[in-house]
T-cell receptor, first 118, second 114 residues
């Protein structure tokens, strides 16, 4: 069964450093997302991406964050200058979009990248 | 922003028991979804609900989309040890640019004792 893959599974970085989290969405999906989950808390939307541009972003997704689809398969999240409060599990997700818009909200999540900022 | 209140926060049950959990919102959602998260994994979609009043089953799981569109429940019948995990409700108002922007509840931690 096709799945969303994320690398690395764990990332430790120093405060102020740049990190890039990588994802390979399911190949025939059209919408891509990043969500995050701080330990013990709920999953929160960060950004959605469609047709090579950001569709929507949350308040969390400030100027320190950026997303890119550098080629036909990868989808990346970059944090320019990490802060302690960026420590969280970051999930990539993708969804199909059928005619009429049905299915777009059926997200398939990767296993996540645990980011620890020291 | 929209908030989802999920209850209970945690449940400890015996294998074979039925489980019920629910989710309420102060505002309307067009779609309700239920996800399960195992430790160290991402959420996995269990059930998606698209119409107010809709009742949908997936094996031992049954979920309903409330008539007011502000609530949903999930039932698990005859629980088994592999049902252990965190169950999240999520709401969506898909359309325009908002496909896939889900608002998640806080989760219900389910523990099943053999």
């Amino acid at each position: 069964e096709p799945e969303v893959t994320q690398t690395p599974s764990h990332q430790v970085t120093q405060m102020g450093q740049e990190v890039i989290l990588r994802c390979v969405p399911i190949s025939n999906h059209l919408y891509f997302y990043w969500y995050r989950q701080i330990l013990g808390q709920k999953v929160e939307f960060l950004v959605s991406f469609y047709n090579n541009e950001i569709s929507e972003k949350s308040e969390i997704f400030d100027d320190q964050f950026s997303v890119e689809r550098p080629d036909g398969s990868n989808f990346t999240l970059k944090i320019r200058s990490t802060k302690l409060e960026d420590s969280a599990m970051y999930f990539c997700a993708s969804s199909p979009l059928h005619r009429g818009g049905i299915g777009g909200e059926k997200l398939f999540f990767g296993s996540g990248t645990q980011l620890s900022v020291l | 922003g929209q908030q989802l209140n999920q209850s209970p926060q945690s449940m400890f049950i015996q294998e074979g028991e039925d489980v019920s959990m629910n989710c309420t919102s102060s505002s309307i959602f067009n779609t309700w979804l239920w996800y399960k998260q195992d430790p160290g994994e991402g959420p996995v979609l269990l059930i998606a609900l698209y119409k107010a009043g809709e009742l949908t089953s997936n094996g031992r799981l049954t979920a309903q989309f409330g008539i007011t569109r502000k609530d949903s429940f999930l039932n698990i019948s005859a629980s088994i040890p592999s049902d252990v995990g965190i169950y999240f409700c999520a709401g969506s108002n898909a359309g325009g640019t908002s496909y896939g922007k889900l608002t998640f509840g806080q989760g219900t931690i389910l523990t099943v004792h053999p």
